[in-house]
């Protein structure tokens, strides 16, 4: 249909247009859409009373549907190569329920298209400050308030130096000056732009006008050879940041208590440049220490070799073989909590090439293989130091359930986490993961094996899940001492 022109319309029904089409979150043609298609269909709502929206508020919007309580964002995406990223931001914001309205600069459309931000974030897609479709209800009014938080990814030098000094001359920087909710900014730019006098000055003061910041962080920029601090903070961290500012704050169940963590591979050297490991990324038991520790526990994480960042307010230990990671899970001890999420090399070489090897006629040098240390089972068989709850992963390609039962009996554990890691699963390296909790009813050692199994869910969704079922056991075992 082409696009509607109502003229001559009196002012009373002007405001009721106007009003309505607020408080449902539409354009006002839209709007006159809808009502055409309610007459039609004879369910038309009266046209009585002129009543205003409600006012604006701080507190967040009340839960609709589902497991966690809805919010809304508005997302303004400016003008950075990091632009494509924020396709992701939208994705990880709907996966926890957040509903994303975006705005895009006219830079940020030279990196990302108003279609494709549409189709992820399932919205119409905002770009400039004098749409008479929606200028004509102060759309940019209805963009800076109607929302919980607002959200600028990339955040440009530009467009921070506009919101620091006031400036309003497009829709994304009158929204920044128009709005009462928060501002959580993600800047993104070349290093030096991010250390220049002025951008500090800038930050500094939005910072005084209690505008919030997640990054930058350090690495390689796209620009060749250039490299430092300003990449934009990778989506995940953005909306796990957007989660912690909108959600009420989390109950602290395993406030002092003291979780001992093993993530990541272990690489097992044969010579100076070649080694033995598992392709583990470390993902889940990087994202089991962050649960943990929002749930207030003192967390201790020893790794293998990742490509990952720290959790914050985590205590890391970098290990690579699986002796030198036996020694710093027993360095940690005691622990009140141990949970082996680590993919461990079951073999190393017997004896590690001091050289590199070297083909020759003779053929393959003979590589004899040695077994690793059992990290699990030897924490699990203690007589002294054993913690009270100790949780094995079972990683399988065939057989999942029975595997995890058999080791379970075998390691000496509580609980064991059984997942498919078949090629086909995408499990290694990915972002999701199907888990069955494996453990011993009321947790006797010859008592009945019962098996819980998870939906697919995120590893972050994971991670929270089990530290719940923790929480509940240790919480449980608590009040049995007691009584």
């Not at 009420?248 to 010579?271: C, F, N, Q, S, Y």
Request: with cysteine; proline share 6%; glycine share 6%.
């Amino acid at each position: 249909m082409a696009s509607l022109t109502i003229r001559k319309l009196d002012e009373g029904i002007k405001t009721y247009l106007r009003l309505r089409s607020a408080r449902n979150r539409r354009s006002v043609e839209e709007e006159v859409r809808v009502i055409l298609g309610e007459l039609i269909e004879g369910r038309e709502e009266p046209l009585t009373p002129f009543a205003a929206p409600p006012a604006a508020s701080s507190t967040p919007m009340p839960q609709r549907s589902g497991a966690l309580p809805e919010a809304s964002v508005t997302l303004i995406i400016g003008g950075g190569i990091a632009a494509y990223k924020s396709l992701d931001l939208i994705r990880r914001l709907k996966e926890r329920r957040i509903e994303v309205r975006c705005v895009l600069t006219k830079a940020a459309q030279q990196f990302v298209t108003p279609l494709a931000v549409s189709a992820l974030s399932h919205e119409r897609v905002y770009t400039d400050l004098f749409d008479p479709q929606s200028e004509f209800d102060a759309g940019h009014i209805r963009l800076a308030r109607e929302c919980d938080l607002i959200v600028v990814a990339p955040a440009t030098a530009d467009l921070m130096a506009k919101m620091a000094n006031g400036h309003a001359d497009d829709l994304a920087s009158a929204i920044l000056l128009a709005t009462n909710r928060k501002v959580l900014l993600a800047p993104a730019m070349n290093p030096l732009m991010w250390n220049n006098a002025a951008t500090r000055r800038n930050v500094t003061q939005l910072q005084r006008d209690g505008v919030m910041l997640i990054g930058p962080n350090s690495g390689e920029m796209a620009e060749a050879g250039e490299a430092g601090v300003g990449r934009m903070s990778e989506a995940i961290e953005i909306a796990a940041a957007t989660e912690r500012l909108l959600r009420p704050p989390v109950p602290r169940p395993l406030a002092g208590k003291r979780v001992l963590i093993t993530a990541g591979p272990t690489h097992e050297p044969i010579d100076p440049v070649r080694y033995i490991a598992n392709r583990s990324s470390g993902k889940q038991g990087f994202a089991i220490a962050a649960a943990a520790q929002a749930a207030g526990a003192e967390v201790i994480l020893v790794s293998g070799p990742v490509d990952l960042s720290d959790p914050q307010g985590v205590m890391v230990k970098h290990v690579e073989s699986a002796r030198q990671m036996l020694e710093q899970v027993q360095a940690a001890l005691p622990a009140d909590i141990a949970i082996f999420a680590a993919a461990v090399a079951d073999w190393r070489v017997a004896n590690e090439g001091e050289q590199k090897l070297k083909k020759s006629s003779a053929g393959m040098p003979p590589l004899q293989l040695v077994e690793n240390p059992d990290i699990l089972a030897t924490i699990a068989k203690l007589t002294d130091q054993r913690p009270p709850l100790v949780i094995g992963f079972a990683a399988e390609t065939e057989h999942l359930i029975d595997n995890a039962k058999s080791k379970l009996a075998r390691k000496g554990c509580d609980w064991i986490v059984a997942n498919d890691v078949s090629p086909a699963t995408g499990v290694m390296g990915g972002d999701r993961n199907t888990v069955h909790l494996i453990s011993r009813k009321n947790g006797a050692e010859n008592g009945e094996i019962t098996v819980d199994s998870w939906p697919v869910m995120t590893k972050e969704q994971v991670a929270i899940e089990l530290v719940a079922h923790i929480a509940k056991s240790v919480t449980g075992k608590s009040r049995e001492s007691a009584s």
